[in-house]
């Protein structure tokens, strides 16, 4: 439930009604801006009478939400969240920010060169996968603690923050000692023990989109971490299932304009796991900073031919430069900076 409140209630009368709200068990989401006071009132709010509300001469205005999500839901907080990774700002008007890197760690030698053609090439961020959310129990797996250990070294050597993905609970602590953005996987959007668990980190959460997770459950998903106190999500457009076999995932940049009118939160795009094709990814790249993106996140390889994992979507860095280099060019169109 939303109460917007008059312009001229007195801080007594807000406080008031706060404590009122807080003895009903009720928690309170409050904004004040110079022009408005609005509460959000998160719970099950069917037994509050709107009509005693409206008795209320400071009340402006009462709105029921039908949406189940409530800290991520733009009516709670109409600015746009801006996520800080180390001083480098991701959401509202901030440069759209660009992640490079491998899909996994492989070495700490090839890590360091895939790394620094990222920075030269332009990009604010280090991805790379060091527990890998393989199809085959077969298929390599990461390299585990040394990998991170490795992206520490390039964040040391570049400047680059780094991103990787946690797959389990009993990881949390090393990650909150190595790295810069937790990346939550599609395969674990709804793991929800593990979506609590990262709501209590102090890091920023990248949360794809599951698989064949509508855009609602995605954003209930966000829902879960901000509910344990961790309010820094970053959503990750990635490619969904569909009967489409061109390409590995179908792209929905649909999800960016509705993400931003539905939450404050930011929203960045990979568009490598969305085709699976490096010749695809350069178009999809400009179209997601054209539809309003505020950053990717893009494989790259210093030799696809041979990487451990997802070779064939992976770009070289002179490609990767060349999507930066031509990304600037549309951030520009739509008054943004890259
Ligand atoms: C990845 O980023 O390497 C990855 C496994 O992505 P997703 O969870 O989107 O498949
Ligand atoms: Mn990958």
Redesign the pocket.
């Known amino acids: 439930m939303i109460i917007t409140m008059k312009k001229s209630t007195p801080q007594s009368e807000i406080e008031k009604l706060t404590r009122e709200f807080e003895d009903k068990g009720f928690s309170i989401c409050l904004i004040q801006g110079t022009d408005y006071n609005v509460f959000g009132i998160i719970g099950d709010t069917t037994s509050i009478d709107e009509r005693m509300l409206n008795g209320n001469a400071y009340v402006d205005n009462v709105t029921r939400i039908a949406a189940p999500y409530k800290k991520a839901n733009r009516l709670f907080h109409p600015e746009d969240t801006v996520v800080d990774v180390n001083g480098i700002k991701i959401g509202g008007q901030e440069k759209i920010v660009v992640i490079g890197g491998p899909?996994?760690v492989e070495g700490e030698e090839p890590l360091l060169e895939i790394a620094k053609g990222v920075k030269e090439a332009g990009g604010a961020m280090l991805r790379g996968?060091a527990y890998?959310p393989r199809t085959s129990p077969y298929a390599f797996q990461g390299l585990g603690t040394p990998g991170l250990q490795y992206m520490c070294k390039a964040r040391e050597l570049y400047g680059l923050p780094v991103v990787s993905e946690l797959m389990s609970e009993d990881k949390i602590d090393e990650f909150e000692e190595y790295v810069d953005v937790v990346q939550i996987g599609a395969r674990n959007m709804q793991n929800f023990s593990l979506l609590k668990a990262v709501g209590k980190m102090t890091k920023p959460v990248l949360l794809k989109r599951g698989l064949a997770n509508t855009i609602e459950e995605w954003i209930m998903s966000a829902e879960y971490i901000m509910a344990g106190g961790n309010e820094n999500v970053i959503f990750c457009e990635r490619g969904i299932r569909t009967f489409e076999k061109y390409t590995r995932n179908t792209l929905d940049l649909s999800v960016i304009p509705i993400i931003k009118e539905r939450t404050h939160l930011p929203i960045i795009i990979d568009p490598?796991?969305a085709t699976g094709n490096w010749k695809y990814v350069e178009s999809m790249s400009l179209a997601a900073i054209a539809a309003g993106a505020d950053g990717l996140i893009i494989?790259v390889h210093n030799c696809p031919e041979k990487a451990w994992?997802?070779g064939a979507?992976s770009l070289k860095v002179e490609r990767f430069q060349s999507v930066i280099e031509k990304g600037r060019k549309i951030a520009h169109v739509i008054g943004r900076d890259m």
């Open positions: 899909c996994s996968g890998k490598s796991h494989e994992s997802d979507q």
